[in-house]
């Protein structure tokens, strides 16, 4: 079976796979508050509509899917799923982004049914902070969502943190310490301009600060990188301690792009900052064969775009980031 290689030549082999466009927070960069305008739950890929599909990508080389939402622990009887897609053969690798929220109720089932890795957004360690970056007070139950996760035996718990001049970058040095502490691998992101949020949000360039924490805790660069994804990490000579910097502004990873994207309506991004996509639910509900589907998946991945243009066109992007699941 051919992999999966776009028309640059790179081998995409990483899906991510939001599950609800819906979340119980409201963080500043992401979600407009008050935001209503949700995808109609009837137009949600069903369970056996996800299973079919993931199945025909993994069979064909897609081996690595995130769980992503929105909030995808909002998503009922998510263990269920994790458990049907970590079966399918191909499958190798299945994680999750969470904003921990409901973690602690679901970590052990979660664990259990195959899902072995989990990012946790936190951009702050202060919950006054962080309720007004997230828009609810909902520290304390991100923290024991975490301490949950970790007792249930994830390895590695990566926490992401959208780095904001002025907003949180005092912090950094903390959230450093903080997961160094605790054994998590932190990495810092740099905010796009998806939607308004996005654009109004406060860029801060991270070169500059993985120069100082680099010489501030003698980190050297990584030759090897710690996951599927974009992220560029820097390490103590024993690979105890680790950063990761995610820089789609002041160093895009395009080059070397393996994902692409499939929201909760069956829709699939070929890239987070453009709009080529493809549908897919009226070819699972219309009666399509499996060798329809993957000649095309083989289309969509046709139309996947060379890079992202956050700095040339940064009004381009209307949709938020909750919308594909970052
Ligand atoms: S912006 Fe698009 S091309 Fe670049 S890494 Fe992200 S998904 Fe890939």
């Known amino acids: 079976m051919s992999k999966l290689i776009d028309r640059f ?3 995409i082999d990483y899906l991510r796979l939001s599950l609800t466009d819906r979340c119980d927070l409201r963080c500043s960069y992401c979600m407009p508050k008050g935001f ?3 995808e109609e739950p009837e137009h949600w890929l069903t369970f056996d509509e996800l299973e079919r599909l993931i199945g025909i990508f993994a069979r064909i080389g897609v081996g690595r899917v995130r769980i992503t939402g929105g909030e995808p622990l909002l998503r009922r009887n998510l263990p269920e799923l994790a458990g049907r897609l970590s079966a ?3 499958l190798r690798d299945l ?3 969470t904003n921990a929220t409901q973690l602690d109720r679901h970590a052990d089932a979660l664990k259990q049914a195959g899902i072995s890795r989990i990012n946790v957004s936190l951009d702050s360690l202060k919950a006054e902070r962080f309720a007004k970056i997230c828009g609810r007070d909902s520290y304390s139950k991100v923290m024991s969502g975490l301490l949950a996760a970790k007792s249930a035996g994830f390895a590695p718990i990566k926490i992401n943190m959208v780095a904001m001049k002025g907003e949180n970058d005092d912090e950094i040095d903390n959230m450093v310490e903080f997961c160094h502490e605790h054994g998590f691998i932190l990495r810092l ?4 301009p998806m939607g308004d949020t996005g654009r109004n949000t406060q860029y801060l360039d991270l070169q500059p600060i993985a120069d100082r924490l680099k010489h501030k ?3 050297i660069e990584h030759s090897t990188p710690l996951g599927a994804g974009p992220a560029r990490y820097l390490g103590s000579a024993d690979g105890q301690f680790n950063v990761g910097f995610i820089t789609p502004i002041s160093q895009h990873f395009c080059a070397t792009c393996n994902r692409v994207r499939l929201s909760v309506d069956g829709t699939l991004y070929m890239c987070l900052g453009q709009e080529e996509r493809y549908e897919f639910r009226p070819l699972l ?3 399509a064969r499996d060798a329809e589907i993957e000649a095309a998946i083989r289309d969509a991945i046709e ?3 060379e890079r992202h243009e956050f700095r040339e066109q940064p009004l381009k992007l209307v949709r938020f980031m909750s919308m594909t699941g970052g």
């Open 9 to 11: 030549g790179r081998h």
């Open 36 to 38: 209503r305008d949700f």
């Open 88 to 90: 399918l053969p191909g």
């Open 95 to 97: 994680s999750l982004s």
């Open 189 to 192: 992101i740099e905010a796009m």
């Open 217 to 219: 805790y003698g980190l």
């Open 285 to 287: 509900r219309g009666g």
């Open 303 to 305: 139309l996947k775009p």
